[in-house]
């Protein structure tokens, strides 16, 4: 039997601001569709955030979420993955908190504080539409994401009745380590979702020797315990995604991680990144997880046991 690739699809994220693609989802209604198309196109899994609908400015209160998820619930069957990052710029209570309320299947957590470098991107766009945007970006020159291990335990241990799993985001080699040690300590249980994070300013690069170095320290660490994915940052999207899943792995895309399509080319949805993802993976000769896959392989809770 071919082996089933989990593609997730992070349809908007944090990192890019509304000047940057008039593709970007912003309002309830366009993350719901964004997330809906990327599924129909062969996503198991979609990561989402919020955002302020007049302004496209990061919102993680929980009355951001409810529109679109309830839609989402009602259309599709794909698994639901509520980020506890938000934004660098956000507090710990007010990243976990759509996790905490809505009691997802997936959540993502950062293991560890890092730089997070956004203000390169202030060198290609140089017209904004939002008073927030520039020093949001010029900001990360001066900013940490904080990420501590009282900060991840304390996102552990408040989902941990819930049955919430967590796509583990691991930015360098330490980070692998960090899950390591609460893996340990019985904080948390395998399997491991572990997302692999290349080429963002501030965590391990994008070269293939960083993705082998990445994927050898986890199987050293985690052995059969561990399923492995991977994102990488801007160009380096597609690139990467097939790496991984020529070595054993799974994938993310998404207007989240890169606004591109190909050089120079802006891509139009969330869907024409997972179609051009599912293109590679199945020209591997392998196929796509279905979301009922993906629940299997990473020992979710269900759909019908979440708090939306």
Not at 9 to 15: E, H
Not at 165 to 186: M, N, Q
Not at 208 to 234: C, I, N
């Amino acid at each position: 039997m071919a082996r089933k690739v989990i593609i997730t699809c992070a349809v908007t994220g944090a990192i890019h601001t509304p000047s940057m693609s008039p593709h970007l989802p912003i309002t309830a209604e366009e993350i719901a569709e964004a997330a809906i198309g990327a599924a129909e196109a062969g996503a198991a899994i979609v990561h989402l955030h919020a955002r302020d609908p007049k302004t496209g400015r990061p919102d993680q209160s929980p009355e951001a979420f409810t529109p679109f998820l309830q839609v989402i619930k009602q259309r599709s069957n794909c698994v639901v993955n509520l980020t506890t990052g938000g934004a660098p710029t956000m507090s710990l209570e007010e990243r976990l908190g759509p996790a905490a309320h809505f009691k997802p299947e997936v959540a993502s957590l950062n293991m560890g504080t890092m730089n997070f470098g956004l203000y390169p991107m202030l060198a290609r766009f140089k017209e904004f539409k939002h008073d927030w945007e520039r020093p949001y970006l010029e900001g990360s020159h001066d900013r940490i994401f904080k990420n501590t291990f009282a900060d991840i335990e304390h996102i552990l241990t408040s989902c941990a009745e819930n049955g919430t799993r967590f796509e583990i985001e691991c930015y360098d080699i330490g980070h692998l380590y960090t899950l390591a040690h609460f893996a340990d300590r019985g904080v948390i249980k395998p399997p491991f979702f572990v997302q692999s994070v290349f080429g963002i300013l501030g965590g391990i690069g994008p070269h293939p020797e960083d993705v082998a170095h990445m994927k050898r320290t986890a199987d050293r660490l985690f052995g059969d315990q561990y399923r492995w994915s991977v994102l990488g940052a801007g160009r380096n999207q597609l690139p990467i995604a097939a790496m991984s899943a020529a070595m054993g792995g799974n994938v993310r895309v998404g207007l989240e991680d890169s606004l591109w399509i190909g050089a120079g080319k802006l891509a139009d949805s969330n869907a024409q990144q997972v179609r051009a993802v599912r293109q590679i993976i199945e020209g591997l000769g392998l196929e796509v997880a279905s979301p009922d896959e993906a629940r299997e392989t990473l020992e979710l809770k269900g759909g019908d046991r979440v708090g939306f």
